[in-house]
């Protein structure tokens, strides 16, 4: 067992880990933040996408003890004072989502670009977002979505 | 008391309520729920795709820590039933037994051969490890056309034949006479690669039991919360009364999760024995062998037409892969493709075969469209080879066939009537939209300049039978069930509204949608209503979600308990207005008296009136709740037209999607920016499987394509955007007007993109492409394509 | 699917980390940026007893030049790498090859040491490392030793590393001047390269007076183009470079998959390499 530090969502755990447990099975088995979903067991589908200290990763490949001394945020500590990130209210106005499985990691995948790039074109959404999957959307609401939260029009 | 509602709510593209509980994380994915004592089961899987079992050793494993049991298959076996096959599509079929773990012999890679139980996932996971299991290897049965030969090995010893069944449809005049008066036929082969549905969430199972009354509940990531409830009840024994099927967030289906899988039983089977709380989720790569396959299918196809390409009849012969066992309705999904070869086209005569055959792989059941893309691929290439043959552009050889916006109903060669459409209309606005005569001049010049980079264009004009399904059809076809749909509604005493729906959705928006029926009927603000589903405590009729049938369906028999409340509302209206029925109007919600509308109370102030029972008529119950119960008068027909213009790289064989259009006509649409997307992820999906995915098996029975890093789904990045348009042409069997849209998308893409290909490789003397189209398959057609024209020359 | 277990150290510098990894002998596991290693051990494919995590050692981290030489630390991120000014402007081959790599979340954590020391032949950046002409640096138990990107690529997933040691920072020798271009060939964007292609090519009076050429997945470990190299040298127009990535494919043993057989993947040496050559050269 290895003593780790993480600050998740705001709120800071000390805990005691296997090594091997995967930072994604640690936040929803341990601290029950079941918002990051595992969606598959070789980091292609991108479900499980948390920030780790201001940088997009896939918590399923990520121990739990790498993260320690880090900071986490899942979709689960986007909201601030009960208001929602820009990009939860664009995935929702534009149907950016139906089943919703693939939506947290899609949104913080499509922070992460944002921070990034703050004025994307569709085509760097859709670079952007390559490494997360969806089988609902056939994606072009998910890019309409990340543009509009970018504030850019979107007409269509 | 509330707001009146003015504007109508079907129409609108309403932001969905599902939403929000979806972009925030807080979830109910099956694998989220926890539970005191909650033990994880993980489940050992055949690494052979043919093996008798000689010995199973579960001991080692019940050793490791943290392990509470583990099983063998014949530790399980007493007590648990064969998984169910509900459709037997002929009398003679051959159903093998399909126990939920193997006991003797395992008949794909990833068949159960043992189960552990361990206190968590880890554990678990560990232990199977220990599990010791001794394999005497027997012949892998792979393909469809060996399989059926005299001395091939068997998938099912017992039962001396891989053929399933065979299941013939010969419709109109004689095949083999209107064939005699044909001037041109043509026959092709065209083969469905196997497909993995990969719903985002993989599968989950929890089951908590309440031992001392003998009482489960099972949450499953289903899409048929109430069938899986009375299969797993004659499955494991446990009373149907005793059981409750709880779908709570589901991660996308796409037929996947259509079945009553092994798993399910085999999670109650354990929490029975044990007494525990138990869950089973699978990984991804464990879906790829244990949840079921879609396609699967060798397609010999004839065509007879005239020289004016005037069809005169089809004839099909299908192989089709049922896998190792039947699962739910494993033998019925070539058969609802069976009605659609003929598609939009009048022809005389119809000739079908469907044989079915056994394999030592994954069960194949269905996914997404499940039959009808199969066929509406098939006659969609076949259309493009008989243009080609008859020096027709394939457009125009499809408006010579097809049937007439006038000539509706129609009743198809196939013997289903179609009841409404406009062919016409929908292929002139796609071809508006796409720029047809534009391209097609582009085209010729690159062949001309014999451009590296080809440029192709592809069509398809498909139809679907949607709205599963009437009843007595179903009973016709052998199916185990009715094709009903149910929905209640309760109104709640400060006028709120529940919608209790047989549907069970997994993404596809029903709460929306339900609440702007019901809205708009009772007259109610969208928000004050709440829709329940995928609970069988809650909503305990339901024959689910599937076959986009849950609008025209479940949608119909909405509408239809919302007008029951209306009508018993309105008996308290007019008995508290004092005046007679006929004198009340109904409009956004409110009773009124003709000529005085001062004299007016709404419906959700009757909901109220209702509740207390004060003042109601006599002898009325005291409830203006309403239940209905629809089985559907026909199915429904969406059709469309679908175009796409690829960029085929010859040197290198790579498609690239330059533009995409679709039209679509789906009826009267409830929720435009949900049909919009349901477009857009069938059409992903379609062409998913024309560029992208196989479900690969190597000569012993391994799927090779065995993780997410082998198998392709396509990302955003890979896809193009798409442009979308409608027509409207309403349904006539059902008061919505409604036909249905999830698959369409999925139906109609597959050919429009591979007929692209074959488009674009034509004056490179390429006649076609199997699917998916990888850039080496397109490559190792123009190759072969080149050197036979130097050898003729 | 879920990792076996296994034994975890985090040394807190290149020493520690090297005297762990020479304890634990072949049984010890080198963790970067688990971005291949991770996958692996949740499919139980690896089955370490010890997990060396060097992600905290500071000195392993970062890029700076030296004369003509560009050092990068190993485990710098592919992220780092694709944003750094100066990888841009002296080695822009590895900045655009390393864009290529798996998607954005992933080059957050993985690094170029890491997928070096990983040697998968079907990984981007080996072949780019080999057409740069680069010096792998391994610390071990006796000190530094200096290995040149040819020899350290030994057989699949086999480097010329021994298992006390650590690659601890890449070499490279400055291209300033030389037009370069990654050619990927993937099937789907985040996937593994069918082939790949990676070209530097030094042009004099019009004339490509110098090219390397590195190949992605054309065999067990990533392989340099000889023949084409050679042929290229004199080429001004695109004719030139087409006959001469003709040859690309030559000596070479590429694997069979379901995305690609060996004949179909030595067609795309060529053609790739003719692409990435007359887009290096500026000659398309």
Redesign the interface.
């Known amino acids: 067992m290895t003593r780790i530090s993480v600050k998740v969502d705001g709120t800071t755990y000390e805990d005691e880990v296997e090594p091997r447990l995967l930072l994604v099975h640690y936040l929803r088995d341990r601290l029950g933040l079941t918002g990051t979903p595992v969606g598959c067991d070789t980091s292609n589908c991108g479900a499980c996408t948390v920030d780790l200290d201001g940088e997009s990763v896939k918590s399923c490949s990520v121990l739990a003890v790498q993260a320690d001394g880090s900071e986490v945020t899942t979709v689960q500590g986007l909201a601030r004072d009960g208001e929602w990130h820009p990009l939860q209210s664009a995935f929702h106005e534009r149907h950016a989502l139906q089943c919703g499985y693939c939506t947290p990691g899609m949104i913080m995948a499509a922070r992460d670009l944002l921070r990034e790039n703050p004025d994307p074109t569709a085509d760097d959404v859709r670079q952007a977002l390559e490494g997360n999957l969806c089988r609902c959307t056939g994606y072009q609401n998910i890019v309409r979505a990340v543009l509009a939260a970018s504030g850019q029009e979107v007409t269509t | 008391m509330t707001d009146q509602v003015t504007e109508r709510e079907v129409g609108r593209s309403r932001a969905r309520k599902e939403d929000a509980r979806l972009v925030t994380g807080q979830t109910n994915w099956t694998d989220n729920i926890s539970v005191n004592g909650l033990l994880h089961l993980a489940i050992l899987r055949s690494p052979m795709a043919h093996a008798r079992i000689d010995r199973v050793d579960v001991a080692p494993a019940r050793e490791r820590p943290g392990v509470v049991a583990a099983f063998s298959g014949r530790d399980l076996a007493e007590g648990l039933g064969s998984l169910p096959c509900a459709w037997p599509v002929t009398e003679d079929i051959v159903l093998p037994d399909h126990p939920p773990i193997a006991v003797d012999e395992v008949r794909y890679a990833g068949d159960p051969v043992a189960v552990v139980v361990a206190r968590d996932r880890y554990a678990a996971a560990d232990a199977l490890e220990a599990v010791e299991v001794d394999y005497t290897p027997l012949p892998p049965v792979l393909d469809l056309e060996a399989a059926l030969a005299e001395d091939a090995p068997l998938v099912h010893a017992d039962k001396g034949t891989n053929r399933c069944y065979v299941w013939p449809l010969a419709t109109g005049e004689d095949y083999a006479s209107v064939r005699q008066r044909a001037d041109v036929v043509l026959k092709r082969r065209y083969v469905q690669q196997r497909l993995i549905p990969n719903a985002m969430e993989p599968r989950a199972v929890v089951v908590t039991p309440l031992a001392a009354s003998g009482e489960y509940t099972v949450y499953s990531a289903t899409q048929i919360p109430h069938i899986l409830r009375i299969m797993l009840s004659m499955v494991t024994g446990v009373p149907e009364h005793k059981l409750r099927v709880i779908a709570p967030d589901v991660g996308g289906g796409f037929g996947s999760k259509l079945q009553v899988y092994g798993e399910e039983a085999l999670a109650l089977a354990v929490a029975q024995r044990l007494g525990r709380p138990v869950k089973w989720t699978e990984s991804r790569s464990e879906g790829y062998l244990a949840t079921h396959h879609g396609r699967g299918m060798i397609q010999d196809i004839e065509i007879a037409a005239t020289d004016e390409g005037k069809l005169l009849g089809l004839k099909v012969d299908l192989l089709a892969d049922m896998g190792a066992y039947l699962m739910l309705v494993t033998p019925g999904i070539p058969i609802l493709g069976a009605f659609m070869y003929p598609a939009i086209y009048k022809m005389d005569a119809y000739d079908f075969t469907c044989t079915g055959v056994f394999t030592t792989r994954t069960p194949t059941d269905a996914y997404r469209g499940a039959g009808r893309p199969e066929a509406t691929y098939a006659i969609e290439r076949i259309m493009d080879e008989l243009a080609v043959e008859l020096g027709l552009d394939p457009i125009e050889l499809r408006r010579r066939n097809w049937i007439r916006h006038e000539e509706f109903p129609y009743t198809a060669v196939a013997g289903l009537t179609y009841d409404s459409g406009n062919y016409e209309a929908a292929t002139d606005k796609a071809l508006a939209l796409f720029g047809y005569d534009a391209l097609r001049s582009e085209q010729q010049k690159r062949n001309e300049h014999g451009d590296v980079v080809r440029l192709g264009i592809g069509v398809s004009t498909y139809t679907e039978m949607c709205g599963l399904a009437p009843s007595r059809v179903l009973r016709d076809l052998r199916y185990g069930a009715g094709g009903w749909e149910a929905a209640s509604i309760r109104m709640l005493p400060t006028g709120k509204v529940e919608v209790v729906t047989g549907t069970s959705p997994h993404g596809q928006g029903h709460v929306t949608c339900w609440s702007q029926i019901a809205s708009d009927v009772l007259g109610v603000p969208f928000e004050d209503v709440e829709v329940l589903h995928g609970d069988t405590k809650a909503a305990p009729q339901g024959m689910d979600t599937y076959g986009s049938r849950s609008l025209v369906v479940g949608g119909t028999a909405v509408h239809h308990a919302a007008q029951k409340v209306v009508e018993k509302a309105r008996k308290v209206a007019a008995h508290l207005l004092e005046a007679s029925e006929h004198d009340l109007e109904f409009t956004h919600g409110v009773f009124s008296v003709k000529g005085s509308p001062e004299a007016r109370k709404t419906i959700q102030e009757i909901a109220f009136e209702t509740f207390s029972s004060h003042d109601l008529p006599d002898g009325m119950e005291p409830t203006i709740n309403a239940e209905h119960l629809v089985d559907p008068e026909n199915f429904s027909y969406p059709h469309g037209t679908h175009l796409c213009a690829v960029e085929v790289d010859t040197e290198t064989g790579r498609t690239t999607i330059r533009s995409y259009v679709c039209v679509d006509d789906v009826g009267r649409v409830i929720n435009p920016m949900i049909v919009e997307g349901q477009v857009h992820g069938g059409v992903a999906q379609g062409i998913a499987q024309a560029l992208y995915e196989e479900a690969v098996y190597d000569d012993e029975g391994n799927l090779v394509s065995g993780t997410m890093a082998d198998y392709l789904v396509p990302s955003a990045a890979d896809l193009p955007e798409f442009v979308t348009g409608r027509t409207e042409t309403p349904a006539t069997s059902n008061p919505l007007g409604a036909k249905g849209v999830g698959e369409a998308g999925t139906i109609a893409s597959t050919p429009a993109v591979v007929n692209a290909i074959v488009d674009a490789l034509r004056p490179l003397g390429v006649t076609e492409v199997a699917m998916p189209c990888t850039p080496q398959r397109v490559w190792e057609a123009i190759e072969q394509a080149r050197s036979g024209k130097d050898g003729s020359a | 699917?879920?990792?076996?277990?296994?034994?975890?150290a985090?040394p807190a510098s290149v020493e520690e980390a090297v005297r762990t990894l020479a304890d634990a002998g072949e049984d010890a596991k080198v963790?970067a940026g688990?971005?291949s290693l991770?996958?692996l051990?949740?499919?139980?494919l690896a089955f370490p007893e010890l997990?060396v995590?060097i992600?905290r050692i500071p000195e392993l981290r970062g890029i700076r030049e030296d004369e003509g030489t560009l050092i990068i630390g190993a485990m710098t991120s592919h992220?780092d790498v694709i944003r750094d000014p100066r990888v841009r402007r002296h080695a822009g081959l590895l900045a655009a090859a390393t864009a290529t790599v798996?998607?954005?979340?992933?080059r957050?954590?993985g690094t170029l040491g890491g997928s070096l020391a990983h040697a998968d032949p079907a990984g981007d950046l080996p072949a780019v490392i080999l057409a740069l002409d680069a010096t792998l640096i391994a610390e071990g138990p006796a000190g530094r030793r200096a290995i040149p990107a040819r020899e350290f690529f030994v057989d699949y997933l086999q480097t010329a590393l021994h298992p006390d040691e650590l690659l601890v920072e890449v070499e490279i020798p400055t291209v300033d001047g030389w037009g370069f271009h990654y050619e990927k060939?993937h099937?789907?964007?985040?996937?593994?390269a069918?082939v790949g292609v990676a070209a530097l090519v030094r042009r004099d009076n019009g004339h490509i007076a110098e090219a390397r050429i590195g190949l992605t997945n054309m065999g067990s470990t990533p392989l340099r183009a000889a023949a084409t190299e050679e042929a290229l040298v004199g080429a001004a127009a695109p004719g030139a470079v087409q006959r001469a990535a003709e040859v690309a494919a030559d000596g070479t043993h590429p694997s069979s998959?379901?995305?690609?057989?060996p004949a179909?993947r030595a067609?795309?040496a060529q053609?790739?390499t003719k692409r990435a050559v007359l887009t290096a050269g500026g000659m398309g």
């Open positions: 699917m879920i990792p076996p277990a296994f034994e975890y985090r963790l688990g971005q991770l996958p051990l949740r499919l139980r997990v995590d992600g992220h798996a998607d954005p979340a992933v957050h954590r060939f099937r789907v964007a985040q996937a593994w069918v998959d379901p995305s690609a057989s179909y067609h795309l053609v790739l």
